[in-house]
């Protein structure tokens, strides 16, 4: 009689549990971070808080205006020489602001749980984009780079990019399976939250070109293009009507930009003027910024060639916007690192080149949680990292 070896099955949700693990451990470097920080950094006195507790460090900058938007709404005197929380986008308070309400939790709590809820959803989905594109062992790799990249405190922060990366996942997963109108409203949804869901349109459309054989294309080529840009104008709508100006919360930009206007910064950055003001010889966040953003324009190179024309597309579209409306500016290369956390494509890429080396790999994810810990440090006593 002949014995037989059978393989033992893996259970299907273990894969999962792994990637969720990774990144729990990564908002454990986060916690110690914001201990460490309250214990032993100074903050200066008159800084805003969100409320007593260790965690309501994670509201600072952004949050502050954010958090206005929930409590308050949208307030503008018509001086867009003074800095105003017209230029932020509305879904992400406003999600806030319901979950307050239906919940009872308080305004602060509020934002805090949409964006940590968000952030692990985004995990547990690019975790199957990915292996459903790859394999397990690089989607965890992915989840890992990127769960413990230094600017990923912002994903148990009050900020946008938890749910934007979400909307962005949940967005390709969707076009994997040609459901068009349904990816549509999630790009409507993704630049409702922050202008980084407007780079989703031309990859909806060069998706929907490319398979127009198989599904009808100037059918649904309206309708996908309203939806998809929904976000955007259904704000304009509500600033136009509030405030009598569309296009106030582009001119409010000038304010954060040392009243630079955006024509300004377009001009200064299609003469590659950011480029002669990079801080190489810095290794604070801002000059790790200039690093970051070498290594992404190098990992978009080498994915051009290794990933789906629609994912290197989207990363492509990830760093030119802010490039291109924002690094023209005094500020130049400052928050890129944060811009571009949402461009999973980079992590996959460089996942895949440190998967070759995997004590490559592992110094790499040091080094990235070691700034992760430093960055969620310094965030929490107002210290600008992106």
């Known amino acids: ?24 451990c990564s908002r454990a470097a986060v916690a110690l971070g914001l201990v460490f920080s309250q ?3 100074p903050i200066a006195a008159d800084v805003w808080s969100a409320g007593p507790f260790w965690y309501h460090q994670l509201l600072q900058w952004d949050s502050e205006w954010y958090f206005k938007i929930a409590t308050e709404g949208y307030r503008y005197n018509g001086d867009p020489t003074i800095q105003q929380n017209i230029v932020f986008y509305p879904l992400y308070p406003m999600l806030a602001r319901a979950v307050a309400a239906i919940s009872g939790l308080t305004p602060a709590d ?25 394999d397990d062992q690089l989607a965890l790799v992915t989840i890992t780079l990127l769960s413990f990249f230094p600017t990923s405190v912002l994903l148990s922060a009050g900020y946008t990019e938890p749910l934007e ?11 994997k399976q040609q459901r068009y109108l349904s990816a549509a ?24 070109w490319r398979n127009r054989d198989q599904k009808p294309f100037l059918a649904v080529l309206l309708p996908c293009i309203v939806l998809a840009t929904s976000g955007i104008w259904l704000f304009m709508i509500y600033l136009w009507s509030q405030f009598g100006d569309p296009f ?59 990933l789906r024309s629609s994912w290197t597309l989207f990363a492509m579209g990830v760093l030119l916007l802010p490039y291109l409306t924002l690094s023209g500016g005094p500020a130049g290369f400052v928050s890129m690192g944060r ?27 040091g080094l990235f949680g070691a700034a992760l810990l430093m960055n969620a440090a310094l965030f929490a006593r107002r210290i600008w990292i992106g």
């Not at 099955?9 to 273990?14: A, C, D, F, I, Q």
């Not at 409203?185 to 929907?208: F, H, K, N, Q």
Request: with cysteine; charged share 15%.
């Open 248 to 306: 106030v919360f582009v001119d409010g930009q000038a304010a954060f930009h040392r009243e630079t206007t955006l024509g300004a910064r377009l001009v200064a950055a299609l003469k590659l003027e950011p480029f002669t003001r990079m801080f190489l010889n810095d290794w604070n966040p801002w000059g790790q910024d200039s690093w970051f953003t070498l290594l992404f324009i190098a990992l978009i190179a080498v994915g051009w060639f290794r």
């Open 1 to 24: 009689m002949t014995m037989r070896c059978e393989t033992p099955k893996v259970h299907p949700l273990l894969p999962y549990f792994w990637a969720i693990s990774i990144y729990l």
């Open 39 to 41: 214990k032993y950094l």
């Open 110 to 134: 509020a934002l805090l749980l949409v964006a940590n809820l968000a952030g692990l959803s985004a995990v547990v989905a690019l975790f199957k984009l990915v292996r459903e594109e790859f």
């Open 165 to 175: 990366l979400l909307l962005i996942v949940l967005f390709f997963l969707v076009l």
């Open 185 to 208: 409203l999630l790009a409507g949804l993704a630049v409702a939250d922050r202008s980084t869901g407007i780079v989703l349109l031309p990859v909806l459309l060069w998706e929907m």
């Open 339 to 365: 811009f571009n956390l949402v461009s999973f494509p980079l992590f996959v890429v460089l996942a895949g080149l440190l998967l070759r080396a995997k004590w490559l790999l592992a110094g790499v994810t």
